[in-house]
């Protein structure tokens, strides 16, 4: 199975600056089409998850530009340029392009 | 409006079954895969299982290989999981996520939650 390391687990940040988070694969998630199927999900307290970025740096409708996505292979970032009270939440990568699909263990966002 | 509903979870003792219910409204569960994921409490995220397609493709996590099945009704637009033999470490929120874009997990219910206890 595909390993996702996500760092840090907790990201205290003050409202309106950067926050970023990193993923790591222990192989690439490159798929055999050459897509890499690696998302980030975003829950907040008391919700189901919600998916902000596919397909590594694509955002979902209706997702804030202020969320972005980069990286290849077997590395990436979330960033999120400017923190807002919303963003509060555990933010989660998965890779979806081999089965089983696995999660980062998750980055538990708060306010400072 | 689209939407994800899930449904049968319970407070159950080890050993027993219960067959959770995934029906989807607004669009078709049978484009994309769909897939069970779950949650113990205050813990992260799991995968459980997938079918795509016909079930052209399933598979299971480790953990429940040999006791869950998932299965589909197209008709219903609805996706299953039978589960058996149930152990206190199932007990989690289960989540039924469609992909609408490969490998994405984009849609996801509200969760129904399974308790397994003595």
């Known amino acids: 199975d595909v390993v996702m390391t996500q760092s840090p687990l907790s990201l205290p940040v003050t409202l309106g600056q950067p926050a970023s988070i990193s993923c790591r694969s222990s192989?690439?998630?490159?798929?055999?089409?050459?897509?890499?199927?690696l998302n980030w999900l975003q829950q907040r307290p008391g919700q189901s998850p919600r998916r902000l970025i596919y397909?590594?740096?694509k955002r979902d409708s209706g997702v804030p530009d202020r969320f972005s996505g980069s990286g290849s292979g077997t590395d990436f970032t979330l960033r999120i340029s400017r923190v807002e009270a919303e963003d509060v939440g555990v933010y989660y990568c998965m890779q979806g392009s081999n089965w089983p699909y696995t999660f980062g263990q998750g980055t538990k966002l708060e306010i400072k | 409006e689209v939407q994800l509903v899930e449904s049968g979870g319970d407070l159950v003792q080890p050993g027993r079954s219960l067959r959770l219910s995934c029906t989807a409204s607004g669009f078709s569960l049978n484009v994309h895969g769909t897939h069970w994921v779950r949650q113990a409490p205050g813990k992260g995220l799991e995968w459980v299982s997938g079918?795509?397609?016909?079930?052209?493709?399933?598979d299971y996590a480790d953990s429940v290989k040999g006791r869950f099945t998932i299965s589909r009704d197209n008709a219903k637009n609805s996706v299953y999981l039978q589960m058996n033999s149930l152990r206190p470490e199932d007990t989690a929120l289960y989540y039924c996520?469609?992909?609408?874009?490969?490998?994405?997990?984009?849609?996801w219910g509200q969760g129904t939650l399974v308790t397994v206890s003595s």
């Open positions: 079918i795509i397609g016909n079930s052209e493709r399933i």
């Open positions: 996520a469609n992909d609408h874009t490969p490998g994405g997990l984009y849609y």
């Open positions: 192989q690439s998630v490159v798929y055999s089409n050459g897509n890499t199927y």
């Open positions: 397909e590594v740096s």
